[in-house]
């Protein structure tokens, strides 16, 4: 039980700190330099975005969330099981960021999906 | 050079850092939690020394700095790339993580767990066929 909640914490903050992540990057814009004093300035510019700092505390909480798993579960099977945020990303790319997610890429998430069901029952 | 080979060139590029180090810092990760203790037998009066090994833990450091690596790149190629791309196209550092798991951790994965993880890549290369950038710039 405890390692399906840390697993449903990994996977529902880390893809909620994502999309935050996202929507701060494209607010921010196309990074076209990238000499290191540029990407300094890109990452400040982005730390000035409020949806950077949600998305971190986030990814932050599904971070410390990985680790506690990881004290338990082989990490072969906890990162595989976490893939199942790809899933919620293609969602929250449709619903959250306006993303169109085509049908081919549907069918790719969908995969990743199985997938994802047959590593949890090989584990059992 | 067109400006969509550039696109896709910096795309493969920043994949490439992602998936090289994310699976590594997992396994990092992973090996310095193992030395940490199991979670279901912490207590909250053990929390501060728990904190303190996980800090001291060369292996967490380590794990810390390469996904530190695979964020920037990952915070880069978001910003012309999309999450729903990126997110997926993403997803073949599992099969690293499972191949390092097996060959330097030693863990046990049964033939169907293999077969998930190839599965998951399948997935990956339908989604990987896709453009990366289905929206307008702004």
Same mark, same amino acid.
């Given at each position: 039980?405890r390692?399906?909640?840390?697993?449903f914490?990994?996977?529902?903050?880390?893809t909620?700190?994502?999309?935050c992540v996202?929507?701060?990057?494209?607010?921010?814009?196309?990074?076209?330099?990238?000499?290191?004093?540029?990407?300094?300035?890109?990452?400040?510019?982005?730390?000035?975005?409020?949806?950077?700092?949600?998305?971190?505390?986030?990814?932050?909480?599904?971070?410390?969330?990985?680790?506690?798993?990881?004290?338990i579960?082989?990490?072969?099977?906890?990162?595989?099981?976490?893939?199942?945020?790809?899933?919620?990303?293609?969602?929250?790319?449709?619903?959250f960021?306006?993303?169109?997610?085509?049908?081919?890429?549907?069918?790719g998430?969908?995969?990743?999906?199985?997938g994802?069901?047959?590593?949890?029952?090989?584990?059992? | 050079?067109?400006?969509?080979?550039?696109?896709?060139?910096?795309?493969?590029?920043m994949?490439?850092?992602m998936?090289?180090?994310?699976?590594l810092?997992?396994v990092?990760?992973?090996?310095g939690?193992?030395?940490?203790g199991?979670?279901?037998s912490?207590?909250?009066?053990?929390?501060?020394?728990?904190v303190?090994l996980?800090?001291?833990?060369?292996? @967490?450091? !380590?794990? =810390?700095?390469? /996904? $530190?690596?695979? #964020?920037?790149?990952?915070?880069? %190629?978001?910003?012309?790339?999309?999450f729903s791309?990126?997110?997926?196209?993403?997803? @073949?550092t !599992?099969? =690293?993580?499972? /191949? $390092?798991?097996? #060959?330097?951790?030693?863990?046990? %994965?049964?033939?169907?767990?293999?077969?998930?993880?190839?599965?998951?890549?399948?997935?990956?290369?339908?989604v990987?066929?896709?453009?990366?950038?289905?929206?307008e710039?702004?």
């Amino acid at each position: 039980m405890r390692e399906a909640v840390l697993l449903f914490l990994v996977v529902v903050s880390g893809t909620g700190g994502e999309i935050c992540v996202t929507r701060a990057m494209k607010h921010v814009g196309e990074v076209t330099d990238f000499r290191p004093m540029a990407l300094v300035r890109v990452i400040l510019q982005a730390m000035k975005v409020s949806w950077m700092w949600i998305g971190i505390s986030m990814m932050a909480l599904a971070f410390f969330s990985l680790l506690a798993v990881l004290s338990i579960e082989n990490v072969s099977f906890v990162v595989p099981v976490t893939a199942l945020n790809y899933a919620a990303g293609a969602l929250g790319g449709k619903f959250f960021l306006g993303e169109r997610v085509t049908p081919r890429r549907w069918a790719g998430v969908l995969l990743v999906c199985v997938g994802v069901t047959l590593v949890w029952i090989g584990k059992r | 050079m067109t400006s969509s080979d550039g696109l896709h060139l910096k795309t493969y590029c920043m994949l490439l850092i992602m998936v090289v180090f994310a699976p590594l810092g997992n396994v990092f990760l992973g090996k310095g939690m193992k030395g940490v203790g199991s979670v279901v037998s912490w207590s909250p009066s053990q929390l501060p020394h728990i904190v303190a090994l996980i800090f001291t833990s060369g292996y @967490i450091w !380590l794990g =810390v700095a390469s /996904l $530190l690596t695979f #964020f920037v790149a990952y915070m880069l %190629i978001l910003s012309w790339a999309d999450f729903s791309y990126v997110q997926p196209a993403s997803s @073949i550092t !599992l099969l =690293v993580v499972a /191949l $390092l798991g097996y #060959f330097y951790l030693g863990e046990k %994965i049964s033939p169907l767990h293999w077969t998930g993880i190839v599965v998951i890549c399948l997935g990956v290369f339908v989604v990987g066929n896709t453009p990366p950038r289905t929206t307008e710039v702004r």
